[in-house]
């Protein structure tokens, strides 16, 4: 079943409202089978909407509308409706009646243009709003459906979930797409392609689908299946395969993080985590304390932005600093070695590096980050090299840093590219 | 002038991506002058481009495109577009090299999809990416614009930024919005607009308009002059009004940020800073390393999540955490002031309380966050009580922090509501 959405309201045009509901519609849509081939964003203005109906129901079965329900001047969506389907308003008791029970029970007078959310149009049948006093409506037009429901972003999940998509379910038989998401760290988007190349083939002549979906640090990598959730095995077959031969790549599904990752591993090694940073500045820890009941696993972190920092609290060497610089192996796994002691923790990552956009030397350019961590059993580190944007180094530093404390605890290879 | 965006990508219409580029978009338009009147979401599907782009210029003046110009297979937009506007690639030289560079800078090598990315075509301006491997496109057509480029929202607004608005700015004559924002800390919107009421009547009655942006933990205001920057006088004039007025919540203008502001009053006085963090778990020093510079005022932290590391590292008297607790104004004072010796700073602020979603206590709700401020001469502390967001309250707490260290360096009285 193909779907689109028109989404009504100025403040989406100009910027000041993010539309939210079109990616929790798109969410919630695909789940059950109805997919969103277009939305579609306009101002509160009749001949607009009336286009965009129009066009939308020359694509789409279904058409779900946002918006311009208020009961302000500018919300004018009923009206256009009614003109589009060639019907009128007449007030609709049931919905009165909730309206003037809506002002009731929070004690606020009712105002005419509260009367007036009332009048509904003649041919169509009303979706109950239970927490608002702009109604739904469905409209059956040539076998096709169009639903109007308000902007506010609880109305109209309310209105979706307890009156459309029973509605949908009993009506119409559904196409099933079911999705799953795999997440990895380490290697870029290209790189990546080129490498799973042989498993992006088998997925596909399987009738598979698969999206690459880069994030700063990260590629999601989607699975989609027409066939609905009873592919969902397969799918997880396909995953198990790529993490067994991806192991350092692959870190997680779904919505996972790898802070949430590590905190898992440590929880079932009994194990804690502390961090001392120089160029996240902080950053990595407050990953960690991200996740509510991190206080399980991870201590706490020495932030020694300086140099003096870094001798009078990390207690790395004075010598060592003068002769290797503090972006270096030996001042990383210093300061890495060092925070397992001072911090009394299992494992310790450490940070050192030149986020930018000044302070590059030949040897070590803006995008330098050395990364340490320490256990028990060794101590290693890893060098790695980004771009000239401070902002997004720290970020990648840090799901760096996170991605080589897992393949640490997990005792995998630990590949980048 | 009228413009029309339309954003490619599944990602988009399954709701795993949030549209951010569009209401970014929208914003930054609206404020040159330029509007948006519909914003149009499609899949990677060559035939809905071709559409989409069609009945876009049939509307609108300049049509700006976003996503499908990534490396991989799903990524079709730049050979549509060869269709549409009739034309063909070619390899771009600069481009070319550009990419090189990008792979060299990062020692990862350069592979044929990313190569086959300067591949552009032959009848367009190219605009360059300074962050990414997709360079953007600015088509002339029939005296009409369309330009394309990448989805990743941190490309875009880079080639918007540095290619697009300049060229728009001197190619066009566009409507002369002028706006100015005023930044404010630590009252709420609803509070805030009761607070200044009269200044608020002052600004309307001269014509200018205005409007509250409310954003975590701050509210920003937005004065708009319709005839120009030659008001710009006037409004500087109204908004030093409003910090004479209210010091404490007025801290900066336009894009500055509350670390900013601070590092710019601690060079001045020629003063260093760190922090003791519980709560904000590395949050807190995170938003001064952000600031490229900010080793020259900013020194280190302790991160002391447990209460074992508050006493082992923070210096803090077993006694005193038996007595009062964590979350207490004596514990928050005696981390401050610890803080100061231990990493011999001037200024040194902590964070305390409960973030949630478990962890409150009648005593102290989830929510509760007390801040310490130790300077040579005074210590002090104030408690805050935010709602059950975990990661909203991190938020409010940084900000909290760091407008009383502001206030506290200038000798302000601190006001909260």
Redesign the interface.
Known sequence: MKAELISIGDE?????????N???????C?QRGV?????????DDKQ?ILDAVK?AFERADLVLVTGGLGPTKDDITKHTLCEFFNTSLEMHIPTLQQIEQFFSQRNRPMLDVNIRQAELPKDCEILTNRVGTAAGMWFDYKGKVLISMPGVPYEMKGIMQEEVFPRLDSRYQLKS?F?K?ILTQGM????L??SIAEWEDEVRDAGLSL????A?GMVKL?LTSFEGKQREAEIDAYFAVLKDRYPSLVFGEGEETLPEVIGKILLQKNQTIG?V?S????????S???N????AY?????????N??KQ??GKVSEEKLKEFGAVSSEIAEEMAQNGRE???VDMSVSTTGVL???GGTPEN?V?TVWIGVATKDRTLSKRF????????N?QMAILSALNLARCELLELIFEK?
């Open positions: 989406l045009l100009i910027g000041q409202t993010v539309n939210t079109a990616s929790w519609l798109g969410k919630e695909s997919r969103i081939v277009q939305v579609t964003t306009i101002s607009l066009q797409l999705h998401t870029g988007e290209s790189f392609a080129e999206a690459y979906l880069p700063p989607r961090t940073e160029c996240t500045g902080g950053g990595l820890a407050a960690f304390v991200a509510a009941g991190a206080s991870f201590s706490g972190s020495l932030l020694t932005y300086t003096t920092l009078q609290i001072i911090l009394g930018g956009p000044d350019p995008g090299q980004y771009g000239d944007n401070r902002e997004r720290s590219k």
